[in-house]
C-alpha cells in the first residue's frame, strides 16, 4: 500500500550494528505495527503502538526496541544487530474508528545480518 | 504464538480451477481476515469474515467460517496466474486489536 513507506528496502548489516528501520503513513491512522517474517513461520508482532505515548511488546520485542516519533511515524531500532534478526519487516497501520481492525501494510524490508 | 494455521502449506492448480485453503484457530474470536501477499511484498487485505457471519463474498472469493470448529475457509473460484501469492488468515481476538497472523498458503496457478 503506497500510503505506508518504509525505509530502507534492503539493508545488510554486520552483527553488532545498530540498525534503525523507519515507517511513515499518510493514512492518519492512530495504530501502528512491527511484524517480521520469517520462512515458514508467518508473521510475528515485535511492537504496537495505540499512539503516540502508547507503546506495547508484541510476541518477540527483547533484541528491539521503538520510538514513535510522531502520529505518522514509527520507527524500529535494533541496538546490536545479531544473524537471526535477518528476515523481512513489515510496518502496518490500522485505524481504531473503524470497526474493524483491517491492517495496510508496507513494501517491507529486508534486512540481513551477517 | 500463532493463531491461525492454515492447511494446506502449498498449493498447485491450473489456471482455472479453484482453490481452497483452510485455517483453523484455538481460541474465541471478533473476526477473521485474509491476506495476500505476493512475493517478498507487503501483505494486502482481502476480505474479512465476523464471528456472527458464516458466509462471505467478494468478487472471485468466497470465505466461510465455522466458529463451532473453530476454522474457516478461502475459495478462490476461476484462478489466474495473477493470484499466485502467499495467503494468510489472521484473527482479531477482539480484545486490543491485534491480529495474530497464520504461517500461510503458497498458491501457485500454472497457466
Known amino acids: 500500500d503506497a500510503d505506508v513507506t518504509q525505509t530502507p528496502r534492503n539493508r545488510i548489516t554486520k552483527t553488532g550494528k545498530r540498525i534503525m528501520l523507519e515507517c511513515s503513513q499518510t493514512?492518519?491512522?492512530?495504530?501502528m505495527y512491527w511484524y517480521r517474517q520469517d520462512p515458514g513461520l508467518g508473521l510475528r508482532l515485535i511492537y504496537y503502538?495505540?499512539?503516540?505515548?502508547?507503546?506495547n511488546k508484541g510476541e518477540i520485542s527483547d533484541g528491539y526496541s521503538v520510538s514513535r516519533q510522531a502520529q505518522a511515524k514509527f520507527s524500529l531500532s535494533l541496538e546490536s544487530a545479531i544473524p537471526n534478526q535477518t528476515a523481512l519487516y513489515f510496518c502496518?497501520?490500522?485505524?481504531?474508528?473503524?470497526?474493524?481492525?483491517?491492517?495496510?501494510f508496507g513494501p517491507g524490508t529486508r534486512l540481513t545480518v551477517l | 504464538s500463532q493463531q491461525g494455521e492454515e492447511d494446506p502449506q502449498a498449493l498447485s492448480i491450473q489456471e482455472g480451477e479453484n482453490a481452497t485453503m483452510n485455517c483453523s484457530y484455538k481460541?474465541?474470536?471478533?473476526?477473521l481476515q485474509w491476506y495476500r501477499q505476493n512475493s517478498g511484498r507487503g501483505l494486502v487485505h482481502l476480505i474479512l469474515?465476523?464471528?456472527?457471519?458464516r458466509e462471505k463474498h467478494s468478487g472471485r472469493l468466497r470465505v466461510t467460517l465455522d466458529t463451532s470448529k473453530k476454522s474457516s475457509s478461502l475459495l478462490i473460484t476461476a484462478s489466474r496466474a495473477a493470484d499466485t501469492a502467499s495467503y494468510f488468515c489472521?484473527?482479531?481476538?477482539?480484545?486490543?486489536?491485534?491480529?495474530?497472523f497464520g504461517k500461510g498458503t503458497l498458491l501457485t496457478v500454472n497457466p
Open positions: 503502538s495505540f499512539d503516540v505515548k502508547d507503546i
Open positions: 469474515i465476523r464471528s456472527n457471519e
Open positions: 493514512k492518519g491512522h492512530d495504530r
Open positions: 481460541t474465541s474470536i471478533n473476526n
Open positions: 489472521a484473527t482479531d481476538g477482539g480484545s486490543n486489536y491485534k491480529l495474530t
Open positions: 502496518a497501520t490500522s485505524d481504531p474508528s473503524g470497526f474493524y481492525n483491517e491492517q495496510f
